[in-house]
């Protein structure tokens, strides 16, 4: 593999494939997909760039998920953001749950009109609100390629480039495959490049390493809502699917059998963690009947691919579970935004999915797969509509533009020593990883952590250059660790409970802290306060 030498101000012909764009998307997930059409579709000409393949890699592509998919009647649409508000701490704004809602519709009747084999209800009528991940990403990708975009698979980018004003003018990064690097030079950037789960064996999931986080924070873009990171899902423990919802008909018990008290996948979570701490619990998913049953095995059926290899039949045998850690990718922080674009804070960025806060739809709690479906159909078309917009507003022809390496960790030709990247994810996942730290969170047990990650990103810091061999491996271990520091930073700054935000030594919801956390910096974390929007009349009243 060819190296890029780095310094300050870059040769843009110093990769082995170098590409024009007016708009580069970071991403091939749903949200990078929709994004990709979005802009293709405003006449820009746009590059997609992923680092596994377009829609078969990341979480959706991996099984099904639900969709926030609600008709256009206003009495179901106010009672789907309330039924919502409570969970996420009252942190969310209508206006957004409504325009999410609006876009939501509009895009999966499109995917009917492009194709997508919806089911049918007993009267005929299209079920909606259910995708299988496998079928509609195979759609997204074709739908991409027929707009004309460019595609890199399997070529993770490094970072992102700005020109001398500052504002992003494309990314550069490696081809796995053929063993060589690439460039683009592009008008604007939409990352879409997902969350966090920090590598902890969840399906679909291991691609998921905060990498647009960091590169975002290497320019000085902002974040919100990481203080609501540490979400956990239930899988098998010897498995690693993390669909969830099915767990709703499940008897959680101690080894012997008998029903472990509060055990719940909903509002009962935190027993099974608690339990989890001492001994074993099993799972029989005894409360479904045979219909419900036989829809289960059609909507997911990788769920049940690792217990039939097993020999389990779930809904009569008991089999043991476990909980793997999500992070931003089940839970609701990422990047700020700062208007309906779904611009950032660093001109000419955009982000999308899980690569963004989605506090604006869920608060404080996870959207699970419904509401995380809907974001990243909704943001990804708008930040591609915005970065195509961007785009035409007169900015300098990206092949003119002098382009600028922010020279980030890992990327830094300083003479020192590289990194082990292994050593450093194994010494983040035994921060984050542990209930008594993140699930069960105090104010000791996140600053001993925090003090740990911080005396890593240390010595991180001033590391060289990594070989071309590691260099991938070593930017995803500092983007886990970068993505950990602003988690523990936020929520020593929330001493309460809110969402999936549990402080054991703050067991309450304290009403005057109704606010966003925002976090940026790298070698110092600053946290700065933004106020939520105004409550409604009905959730005065709750």
């Given at each position: 593999m060819s190296v890029i030498r780095l310094s300050e101000t870059i040769d843009s012909n110093a990769a082995s494939l170098v590409r024009d764009a007016d708009v580069l998307v970071i991403g091939g997930g749903?949200?990078?997909?929709?994004?990709?059409?979005?802009?293709?579709?405003?006449?820009?000409?746009?590059?997609?760039?992923?680092?596994?393949?377009?829609?078969?890699s990341g979480a959706t592509a991996s099984a099904g998920t639900g969709v926030w998919y609600v008709p256009p009647d206003a009495s179901k649409r106010l009672a789907a953001m309330e039924s919502r508000e409570k969970l996420g701490g009252y942190l969310q704004d209508r206006a957004w749950m409504g325009r999410v809602l609006d876009r939501t519709y509009e895009s999966v009747n499109l995917l009917a009109e492009w194709g997508y084999p919806f089911?049918?209800?007993?009267?005929?009528?299209?079920?909606?609100?259910?995708?299988?991940?496998?079928?509609?990403?195979?759609?997204?990708?074709?739908?991409?390629?027929?707009?004309?975009?460019f595609i890199l698979d399997h070529s993770p980018a490094l970072e992102l480039l700005t020109d001398e004003a500052g504002a992003v003018a494309g990314a550069r990064g490696v081809r796995r495959q053929v063993g060589d690097t690439w460039l683009v030079r592009a008008k604007s950037v939409v990352l879409a490049s997902g969350g966090c789960a920090f590598l902890s064996g969840g399906l679909g999931c291991n691609v998921l390493t905060g990498d647009g986080y960091l590169m975002a924070a290497e320019l000085g873009a902002e974040f919100s809502g990481m203080e609501f990171s540490n979400a956990y899902a239930i899988s098998p423990a010897f498995a690693s699917v993390t669909k969830t919802l099915f767990y709703n008909w499940a008897t959680f018990t101690y080894e012997d059998g008998t029903p472990i008290p509060g055990a719940a996948s909903h509002g009962g979570r935190s027993v099974i963690a608690r339990t989890l701490l001492t001994q074993p619990v099993y799972c029989r998913i005894d409360k479904a009947d045979e219909r419900t049953q036989a829809l289960m095995r059609a909507s997911q059926p990788n769920f049940f691919v690792p217990l039939d290899r097993a020999g389990v039949d779930p809904f009569r045998q008991r089999f043991p579970v476990t909980l793997r850690l999500e992070g931003t990718v089940r839970g609701t922080g990422g990047l700020r935004l700062v208007d309906e674009t779904c611009a950032t804070t660093v001109p000419g960025l955009y982000a999308a999915g899980d690569a963004a806060t989605r506090e604006l739809v869920c608060g404080g709690f996870t959207g699970g797969g419904s509401h995380n479906a809907a974001w990243a159909m909704s943001s990804g078309f708008w930040?591609?509509?915005?970065?195509?917009?961007?785009?035409?507003?007169?900015?300098?022809?990206?092949?003119?533009?002098?382009?600028?390496?922010?020279?980030?960790?890992?990327?830094?030709?300083?003479?020192?020593?590289?990194?082990?990247?292994?050593?450093?994810?194994?010494?983040?996942?035994?921060?984050?990883?542990?209930?008594?730290?993140?699930?069960f969170r105090t104010a000791d047990g996140l600053s001993a952590a925090l003090d740990r990650l911080d005396r890593l990103w240390t010595g991180v810091r001033v590391a060289g250059q990594s070989s071309a061999d590691r260099v991938v491996k070593a930017r995803e271990a500092a983007a886990m660790l970068a993505t950990s520091r602003f988690m523990y930073r936020s929520a020593l700054a929330r001493p309460e409970s809110r969402g999936m935000h549990k402080r054991e030594d703050h067991p309450r919801l304290d009403d005057a802290q109704r606010h966003h956390l925002v976090s940026s910096g790298l070698d110092e974390i600053t946290i700065s306060r933004r106020?939520?929007?105004?409550?409604?009349?009905?959730e005065m009243a709750a």
């Open positions: 749903p949200a990078g997909a929709w994004a990709a059409c979005s802009a293709a579709a405003a006449g820009a000409q746009v590059a997609l760039v992923d680092k596994g393949c377009c829609g078969t089911p049918h209800d007993d009267n005929g009528q299209p079920h909606r609100t259910n995708l299988r991940g496998p079928d509609y990403m195979r759609l997204m990708r074709r739908r991409v390629l027929r707009s004309g975009v930040a591609g509509a915005g970065a195509a917009d961007y785009a035409r507003q007169g900015v300098a022809a990206s092949i003119d533009r002098r382009l600028r390496s922010a020279r980030g960790i890992a990327l830094r030709a300083n003479g020192a020593a590289e990194f082990d990247p292994g050593a450093l994810v194994r010494a983040v996942q035994a921060e984050v990883f542990p209930y008594q730290i993140n699930y106020p939520a929007a105004e409550r409604a009349p009905q």
